[in-house]
């Protein structure tokens, strides 16, 4: 009796996560893929279309496979470039030095703001014509760049702010390189390697697991990108910034077409799972567990 009491008290109080989890998480995911098999558009009720809008969006969507290969474009850019920027940051700030605590800090700030529309407004002022970057090359002697008016470069600016967040990866990676064992390079050492054979050899396979994680998380993000876009660019110019997100906010607040909208967003959660399983497949290849464990 007093178990049951016991566990009743505790499924007493995860009660709101629940009711929170199934009423708005789990509620509006099944109502979309419902919506994505009508002609939804807010103003009359849904009527059911089969598979029509899936159809429409594969063949005959003039703006679909553009937005996926920006979309493609963009997360091939960001990942790489942001776990790469946060390892390196992670292996200075694991140093034993002086005030570190704070420089730690200062790196991470950037993933607590990022994310946010003031710091999209922010970036979109520094890279106007007569903004702060083209002022300050400027005085290099390099003349000004249409940083966002140009299809160029509007795609790279967007993604120089997204790699700027890395402060979660490189926290990550931070606590990753502090259980690698000080006497593996100790040991590598004697034997004559120097540190480009610590980090291939041992540094990196040592903290695979945290990078596979960070691939994972930073990837699923990257095909969701939509703030950037939207606050900074607004699609363009010439749409070489529409991504997905930025389609499917579009046919959906802009156009009220929900039902296609959610037959876009299941196709965007149907590439993610895809590309997931993908990675998941191949980490047995080049994830190392101290324990032996894989997934």
């Known amino acids: 009796m007093a178990k049951k009491l016991k566990r009743n008290k505790g499924l007493f109080f995860i009660l709101p996560w629940i009711i929170g989890l199934l009423w708005f998480q789990m509620y ?34 003039l703006e679909f496979w553009p937005s996926m290969k920006v979309t493609a474009t963009y997360a091939l850019i960001v990942v790489p470039c942001k776990l790469a920027f946060a390892l390196m ?47 300050l090359l400027g005085n290099l002697g390099i003349g000004p760049r249409d ?7 509007a795609l790279g600016t967007i ?18 390189l502090k259980q690698v064992p000080s006497s593996l390079y100790e040991a590598a050492i004697i034997d004559g390697a120097n540190k480009f054979h610590c980090f291939f050899k041992i540094t990196l396979p040592m903290i695979t ?23 900074i660019t607004g699609g363009g110019p010439m749409k ?8 499917l906010y579009t046919d959906a607040f802009k156009y009220y077409k929900m039902g296609y909208a959610s037959a876009l967003s299941w196709i965007m959660f ?12 191949s980490s047995s290849a080049w994830v190392y567990y101290e324990d032996g464990g894989e997934f």
Do not use: H
């Open 28 to 61: 509006p995911i099944v109502k979309s893929l419902y919506y994505s098999f009508t002609n939804y558009t807010m103003l009359k009720e849904p009527k059911l279309v089969g598979i029509s809008n899936y159809v429409r969006l594969l063949t005959s969507d």
């Open 89 to 135: 940051i992670a292996m200075l700030l694991n140093k034993k030095l002086k005030g570190i605590g704070l420089f730690r800090t200062l790196y991470y700030l950037p993933s607590i703001l990022g994310g946010s529309i003031a710091i999209a407004v922010v970036w979109k002022i520094l890279f106007m014509r007569d903004g702060a970057i083209n002022n």
């Open 147 to 153: 940083w966002l008016g140009s299809p160029d470069t």
């Open 159 to 176: 993604c120089v702010l997204s790699v700027w967040q890395f402060g979660s990866s490189m926290v990550l990676f931070l606590a990753a």
């Open 209 to 231: 697991s945290i990078l596979f994680f960070n691939l994972i998380m930073q990837m699923i993000n990257a095909l969701q990108e939509f703030t950037s876009a939207f606050v």
């Open 240 to 247: 070489s910034t529409y991504v997905l997100g930025m389609k």
């Open 270 to 281: 149907i590439i993610i799972i895809c590309l997931s399983m993908l990675v998941f497949k």
